[in-house]
């Protein structure tokens, strides 16, 4: 890949996640999406919690879901696009503390099927905690109609 290439997948990506209406909505920030490892960032509001405070699972869940994704778009011809097949999230902890982060990294870039591990862990007064891992499994699409 040359660095015009990488520049192309990066913005593609960009593009992609400025799009995504739920984690704008969540507040999530795509903080890295390059060779093949994604990062998003969540702050915590209340409007992110369950009934014990905790930042909910499906907060949880859904960045862990879009940093494997962005992973492999990362990785991919920015005329590529991706969705998620399956994805299984074991929460291991309460995701308690000021943020999450979830890191999805690409295991094995097929040239239909890619799978990604994830893990979020959560900052509380500048200790880190895993809260949840997981694996999940996208197909690689053709972009079609602004997808």
Known sequence: MTMNDTTDVADHVRVNFDRQGLMGHLGAQLVRARDGVARIELGYGPQLSQQHGYFHAGATSAIADSAGGYAALSVFEPDASVLTVDFTMNLIAPAR???????????????????????????????????????????????????
């Open 97 to 147: 503390g000021e943020r999450l982060e979830a890191v999805g990294t690409v295991v094995r870039a097929g040239r239909t099927l890619t799978v990604c591990r994830l893990e979020v862990t959560a900052a509380a007064a500048g200790t880190r905690t895993v809260v949840a891992i997981g694996q999940q499994t996208v197909i690689r699409i053709t972009a079609r109609n602004g997808a």
